[in-house]
């Protein structure tokens, strides 16, 4: 069965740190773009960031040299490390692998109504200021 299991998510203070891990079954993380989504209430879903299968990184902007993105091909698992953490950042989080070569874009994610890659179960990341 192919899955994606998130952990790592909590509460936080605003200035903390929280690392997410997601882990593969099924499939080989490595071999495929792998996305960190997010979606705060009343907000759209949002790519934070990710990683190609050749290990070239993107970051939103809002969390360019706050965030960072991993993979460790060893544990089959995609690491998502949230320093200097605000509360804008509060949202469940969401890692997801590409489909046939490109990652979700869209209003909600997971995406409703339609099979789009694997996506994991969600974390919630809550920062409190």
């Known amino acids: 069965e192919v899955q994606l299991v998130e952990s790592g998510g909590g509460s936080v203070q605003a200035g903390g740190s929280l690392r997410l891990s997601c882990t593969g079954a099924?499939?080989?993380?490595?071999?495929?773009?792998m996305g960190w989504y997010r979606q705060a209430p009343g907000n759209e879903c949002e790519l934070v960031s990710s990683?190609?299968?050749?290990?070239?990184?993107y970051y939103e902007d809002s969390v360019k040299g706050r965030f960072t993105i991993s993979q460790d091909n060893a544990k089959n698992t995609v690491y998502l490390q949230m320093n200097s953490l605000k509360p804008e950042d509060t949202a469940t989080y969401y890692c997801?692998?590409?489909?046939?070569?490109?990652?979700?874009?869209?209003?909600?994610?997971?995406?409703?109504?339609?099979?789009?890659?694997?996506w994991g179960q969600g974390t919630q990341v809550t920062v409190s200021s």
């Open positions: 997801a692998a590409e489909d046939e070569g490109s990652l979700w874009v869209g209003e909600q994610c997971p995406p409703s109504g339609t099979a789009f890659g694997y």
């Open positions: 099924g499939f080989v993380v490595g071999k495929r773009d």
């Open positions: 990683i190609t299968s050749a290990g070239v990184t």
